[in-house]
């Protein structure tokens, strides 16, 4: 299937915060209520379209135990994008945020864009953290920040595509150096920056519209 860009993820966050559940939604729509423990990183991809142009999703999700943390770094190396996921009914999945960030920006290039989310908003009877308390911390951080569902999907399309469109965004104003595949971005088959419109469609399942095309 061909693309404009292919675009590396990484998805980080303590275990059981509902990582693993998030890709299957964004990728399969569908909701797995058993996971196993993510052992070392697990793998999806989907395609969606930004600006008239194919762009591959590249995901890998990572166990969040400690035991593993050493592999995990090694991925942040060369992702362009990462999702650092907490859940609204664990205070203490909030609180180890500062360590994951911090792990993160000492591992990553420094152009990487880091979504916030709050996952399990569909159990707000039983949320600790208040929404707020997501923003606060996003706004403190530079992060773009949502909450999702994974059960329900709610903001998940939306916490993959705009984050896509941020990385996009900043090609765009050349922040980053797309010739380098270490950012985490590689140029599609399909790129072709002075005709957008050239660009086909590709089609078939796992398609979104994320933003309005020409």
């Given at each position: 299937?061909?693309?404009?860009?292919?675009?590396?993820?990484?998805?980080?966050?303590?275990?059981?915060?509902?990582?693993?559940?998030?890709?299957?939604?964004?990728?399969?729509?569908?909701f797995q209520p058993v996971h196993d423990l993510t052992i070392g990183v697990e793998f999806g991809a989907r395609?969606?379209?930004?600006?008239?142009?194919?762009?591959?999703?590249?995901?890998?999700?990572?166990?969040?135990?400690?035991?593993?943390?050493?592999?995990?770094?090694?991925?942040?190396?060369?992702?362009?994008?990462?999702?650092?996921?907490?859940?609204?009914?664990?205070?203490?999945?909030?609180?180890?945020?500062?360590?994951?960030?911090?792990?993160?920006?000492?591992?990553?290039?420094?152009?990487?864009?880091?979504?916030?989310?709050?996952?399990?908003?569909?159990?707000?009877?039983?949320?600790?953290?208040?929404?707020?308390?997501?923003?606060?911390?996003?706004?403190?951080?530079?992060?773009?920040?949502?909450?999702?569902?994974?059960?329900?999907?709610?903001?998940?399309?939306?916490?993959?595509?705009?984050?896509?469109k941020e990385i996009y965004e900043k090609i765009q104003e050349g922040v980053f150096d797309i010739n380098n595949?270490?950012?985490?971005?590689?140029?599609?088959?399909?790129?072709?920056?002075?005709?957008?419109?050239?660009?086909?469609?590709?089609?078939?399942?796992?398609?979104?519209?994320?933003?309005?095309?020409?």
């Open positions: 299937m061909s693309y404009a860009y292919l675009f590396k993820y990484i998805i980080i966050g303590d275990t059981g915060v509902g990582k693993s559940c998030l890709l299957l939604q964004f990728t399969d729509k569908r395609m969606i379209t930004i600006d008239c142009k194919q762009i591959k999703l590249q995901i890998w999700d990572t166990a969040g135990q400690e035991a593993f943390r050493s592999i995990t770094r090694s991925y942040y190396r060369g992702a362009a994008g990462a999702l650092l996921v907490y859940d609204i009914t664990r205070r203490e999945t909030f609180n180890h945020l500062t360590t994951w960030l911090e792990d993160a920006r000492q591992h990553s290039n420094s152009n990487m864009v880091i979504m916030l989310i709050g996952n399990k908003s569909d159990l707000d009877s039983r949320r600790e953290v208040k929404r707020e308390e997501g923003e606060a911390f996003a706004r403190e951080h530079g992060l773009v920040f949502m909450e999702t569902s994974a059960k329900t999907a709610a903001n998940v399309e939306e916490a993959f595509i705009n984050t896509a595949e270490a950012n985490g971005i590689k140029i599609g088959p399909q790129h072709s920056p002075t005709s957008p419109s050239g660009l086909a469609g590709t089609g078939g399942q796992g398609n979104a519209q994320g933003g309005g095309c020409c």
